[in-house]
């Protein structure tokens, strides 16, 4: 076992040499790649939960939020109204009043006058806001977008553009961007009182709580219900924080906020100090020695309590860099190197313990069969196994606690008989050891049978062992020999023979199954069903609706799950007829159902990549004028992300789907960036508030009040209100206490097979 031991040694040797060189250049490689950067995104949230902090208080948000769009019952609204806070807030003592709001077009004479003369008032301390946006869906030219010239007379000008990284999160902010071919700061320089040159910008200290910035409703201060004390040498920042005006983006602590509220993080980060980033090549000298240190460490726990307190202390003087002097420097390379290093520590570690396993007998720690086919032994070495044929029979009498004594002892008998090899357990009762092929066979036989033939002492028992011994000293491959003499040890036990020769041929077949495949064949064999959620009429008390919904019953694996292979049908490109399939069997269905007299319409979801698709769209007016079933009984739901990438092709398609008679829904409100406009732009029938919201609508403040003023933005603009995730009692009353027209979830019902519908809906149509 010694010799094997030292063979494991020796080849764990250069892979850990391997994997030592392989971890230090995937590292170095990930650091300087923009994998680093995706890296240091992920490390964003923890960074800033640990440099979590209070805002300054210097900077106060006016909000255009619920109460003020319920008071103000117009869109857009007049500008007597901002002349009016403007005044307010400059009799209070504010510092300035800055302005998150489009003012680029003119509103009417008077009111433009009334504004107008209202920041004349303010002395000098009104900003308005300028932008650059794009000229059209299919343009990407840039029109700067400055406030009409009566406003900007006496007004300071700043930017507040913001840019989303490529992933759609704002982690940084401008110091200024060009409009009008002149330089403007953001609104963040400005109120902070920090230069920088135009289109260079700064990391938001996402650290600091959005709840902790103080507040006052648009409304309030319109009316003068506030404190002027709150205003007085402040700074005042006037934007929309109502869910149903949009301006809402992503951010890594807070989930999607304002932008108005973005804009004051902003500004609160250059209140504390002028953000710097720092040289990360320290940090990477520091996190090359700890991670040379936990390769080498001999002990596993050494090594990760090394990388564990390494990790803990870099990230500590990350943040205290970042809190205390506004300075940023990259982590992620560094936390990197010490993750990978530790990662080849611990596969250095499982290798080794694998292999020992691996190769080695449970009960007696004896080198098995693994081990002794990476020997790799070949001729002139004969393959010699020993069979313990009675090993069952002698351990039911002596009972599993003798078994490592009882195998011990005879192994030992094998080494002397056979000159000091090393012997293997290659079975439970076959044990293998090689010889030199010239080394005399019918001595050997002689030899091991004086020896194995007599009685084991264990225990305090003498017993009686069965060993029979098979021989296969012909060239191949060692697994081969090792099975041929096994085979031959199995034939001297049957012909009741101490030694024989002999070997055994073997085959393997293997046979994999693609799921690629499967969804091909799925679609064109029928696995695929439909069912149905029934949506449950709030006025009417009774179920008038239903979603079509896709279900993989595969023959052999079960029911597949939607969000395992509509993504693969999406990427297959097979979307399109998984649609149109689903397409027919529901217009088959609402046929049988109106034939049975159940007038239900059905709900079916259209991929964003099939709204504005030409061919989809061919099949499915030829659906629509079949006059299988009437237009209206079909409702398309799509999600918001399926107009935001071509709005115009989209709302076009979407247009001439209504005009034939079938409604639209959008799927998923709420999750978006939905505007009024955009609301106002798009053929809808009906919204859909995302569950997300609908769950706990009736016990969380917040989500009630978005919840209802989303029914009433809804019934404003003539659209019915879906709510979908309705799981309990509590939130569907509150649902019909808000408005809303339809609910839809698990304590309604879930999704069900058309027969099961059926019989589901019968009673109550009955009752009707």
Known sequence: MDAQVSKMKRLLRPIRLLILASALIVALAVSSSSGGRWAERALDPVRFAAARKPASGHVVIVEMDANSVVAISQWPWPRRTYATVIDRLAQAGAASIVFDIDFSSSASLDDDAAMAAAVARAGGRVVLPTFAQRAGAHDTTLIDSLPVPSLRRHAALASVNVAPDDDGIVRRMPFGTMTASTPRPTLAA?????????????????????????????????????????????????????????????????????????????????????????????????????????????????????????????????????????????????????????????????????????????????PNRTAMVQAAITSPYAVVVALFANLEQLLTVLGRAAERDLVLRLVERLRLSAGGVEVFRVSNRHFAFVLPADCGGDEMSTRLRAMLLQPIEVGGRRVDPAIHVGVEDELGHLADRLSGAAHAAEQ????????????????????????????????????????????????????????????WRHPERGMIRPDLFIPLAEQADRIAPLTLFMLDQVTQDIAAWNAQGLMLSAAINVSARLVSDELFGEALRSVLTSGRIKASSLILEVTESATIHDPERAAHALRSYRDLGCSISMDDYGTGQSTLSYLQWLPLSELKIDRSFVQHAHLNHADGLM???????????????????????????????????????????????????????RPVSAVA
């Open 707 to 761: 919840v209802r003023s989303t029914i009433d933005l809804a019934h404003g603009l003539g659209l019915k209100v879906v709510a979908e995730g309705i799981e309990d009692e509590g939130c569907l009353t509150f649902l019909r206490n808000a408005g809303c027209d339809m609910a839809q979830g698990y304590l309604i019902s879930r999704p069900l097979p058309r027969a099961a519908l059926e019989d589901f809906l």
């Open 492 to 551: 001297a036990a049957e012909a009741s023979a101490f030694w024989h020769h002999g070997s055994l041929d073997r085959a393997l077949l293997e046979q994999k199954v693609s799921l690629m495949g499967d969804l091909d064949l799925a679609i064109a064999t029928g696995q695929i069903e439909v069912h149905y959620q029934p949506k449950l009429s709030l006025a009417e008390d009774r179920i008038t609706s239903v979603e079509a919904l896709v279900r």
């Open 190 to 366: 400005f109120i902070g009182n920090r230069s920088g040159t135009a289109d260079s910008s700064f990391r938001i200290a996402f650290g600091i709580n959005p709840s902790t910035i103080p507040r006052l409703s648009f409304v309030d201060v319109r009316d003068g219900r506030f404190d002027p004390a709150l205003i007085k040498g402040r700074d005042i920042l006037i934007g929309a924080t109502a869910i149903e005006m949009g301006d809402r983006y992503a951010t890594p602590s807070w989930g999607v906020i304002p932008g108005v509220v973005i804009q004051a993080l902003a500004a609160e980060t250059l209140i504390r100090g002028m953000p710097r980033t720092g040289s990360s090549i320290p940090l990477l000298i520091v996190a090359l020695v700890i991670g040379t240190v936990v390769l080498r460490s001999k002990r596993l726990r050494v090594g990760g309590l090394v990388a564990a307190t390494g990790m803990a202390t870099l990230f500590g003087i990350a943040v205290i860099m970042q809190v205390r002097y506004q300075y940023w420097t990259l982590l992620a390379p560094s936390l990197i190197i010490i993750s990978i290093t530790t990662l080849g520590r611990v596969g250095m570690h499982l290798a080794a313990r694998f292999e020992h396993q691996r190769c080695t007998d449970e009960v007696t720690g004896l």
